[in-house]
């Protein structure tokens, strides 16, 4: 069993929908949950961080852990063409390397 | 304004090559990783470095290696390049509290070997 799992897609979506991105992991030790954001022919950057569970909001972007389900969700509100991109879970245990998920590509259609 | 920086971009070279992918960043991150990223597939890590002189194997480090004799740089060789290590390589850092801050990925290297 993988640790990280994360349905890679693609999803489509018109313009100002909701997107909904989940992750499940096995690894019960994990406290640090990510999300990155990754364009064409870029490296990832860092989306939203949460610590433990429970939800973080920056802008459009809500972020969700359930350790209870080893769930964690990333919420889109309003989605923008430019929103467009690959996003990936990733987690760790603290001082260990990220485990990332293989990526969700999203389209958003204007 | 990318602060990590790989080269070469995109590299295409012959079976039984020796080659370093060369990455290097300016913010004084004590920690450095490599990852390797296939098209719809996770990143496997493949080496990673806490600081100068420390040097850990993931979970493809077998057919690699890499040193970090400074702390700026983490370059990452392949002694014999197979059609297998075709796939895009990405380098990062990360401060101390990475769980504040994540990782700073360089833009990747894209390596074919023919």
């Known amino acids: 069993q993988k640790e990280v799992e994360q349905d890679p897609g693609p999803l489509s979506v018109p313009e100002g929908a909701i997107v909904s991105l989940n992750c499940t992991y096995s690894?019960?030790?994990?406290?640090?949950f990510m999300w990155y954001r990754q364009y064409s022919r870029k490296g990832p950057e860092l989306l939203m961080y949460?610590?433990?569970?429970g939800n973080k909001e920056d802008g459009r972007f809500t972020a969700q852990v359930d350790k209870s389900s080893k769930y964690i969700s990333l919420f889109i509100r309003d989605s923008q063409p430019s929103d467009s991109a690959t996003y990936l879970c990733?987690?760790?245990?603290?001082?260990?390397?990220?485990?990332f998920g293989k990526g969700t590509r999203l389209s958003v259609i204007a | 304004e990318a602060d990590i920086y790989q080269t070469p971009r995109y590299l295409v070279i012959g079976t039984g090559k020796k080659i370093t992918l060369e990455c290097s960043q300016t913010?004084?991150?004590?920690?450095m990783y490599w990852y390797q990223q296939d098209p719809g597939m996770e990143l496997h890590l493949i080496h990673y470095?806490?600081?100068?002189?420390?040097?850990e194997k993931g979970d493809l480090s077998s057919e690699s290696t890499v040193s970090r004799i400074r702390t700026e740089h983490f370059p990452l060789t392949l002694e014999s390049a197979r059609p297998s290590h075709t796939s895009q390589y990405l380098c990062?850092?990360?401060?101390?509290?990475?769980?504040?801050?994540?990782?700073?990925f360089g833009s990747g290297t894209r390596l074919t070997v023919v």
């Open positions: 990062a850092s990360s401060a101390p509290q990475d769980f504040n801050y994540g990782y700073t």
């Open positions: 913010m004084g991150h004590d920690k």
């Open positions: 470095s806490y600081g100068v002189n420390s040097t």
């Open positions: 990733a987690m760790n245990k603290g001082n260990t390397p990220l485990v």
């Open positions: 949460t610590y433990s569970s």
């Open positions: 690894n019960s030790a994990f406290q640090y």
